[in-house]
Nanobody, 130 residues
Framework: QVQLVESGGGLVQPGGSLTLSCAAS????????IAWFRQAPGKEREGVAC????????YYTDSVKGRFTIARGNAKNTVFLQMNSLKPEDTAVYYC???????????????????????WGKGTLVTVSS
């Protein structure tokens, strides 16, 4: 049974940092991508970053480039999202998801589509506020 469990959310002041973790189990990693999405109140779910299980290639949406870093843990089924220089507009529920790897070239052209993901975690809330 596929399980994705996120942790690490919380309240942080603008300019601060948080690290989110996603522990994934119950599926084979070949040709999959592990991704982070976020959804702010009243907004659509947005693809933030992803990492390929086959070649560790990485995608970031423009709004987080230079501030967020996605990386695998020593256990290959664990993925972290290090978030620095956080802004109030980063406030959202952050979700971990797994889907078929379509290649970072595709993501940079078309974006990271929630519809391309097969499994989702329950999410962790990140609030950036003073």
């Amino acid at each position: 049974q596929v399980q994705l469990v996120e942790s690490g959310g919380g309240l942080v002041q603008p300019g601060g940092s948080l690290t989110l973790s996603c522990a994934a189990s119950g599926f084979t990693l070949d040709y999959t991508v592990i991704a982070w999405f976020r959804q702010a109140p009243g907004k659509e779910r947005e693809g933030v970053a992803c990492i390929s299980s086959s070649d560790d290639s990485i995608y970031y949406t423009d709004s987080v480039k230079g501030r967020f870093t996605i990386a695998r843990g020593n256990a290959k089924n664990t993925v972290f999202l290090q978030m620095n220089s956080l802004k109030p507009e980063d406030t959202a529920v952050y979700y971990c998801a797994v889907g078929e790897d379509r290649g970072t070239d595709t993501y940079y052209i078309y974006g990271l589509d929630p519809g391309g993901m097969d499994y989702w975690g329950k999410g962790t809330l990140v609030t950036v506020s003073s």
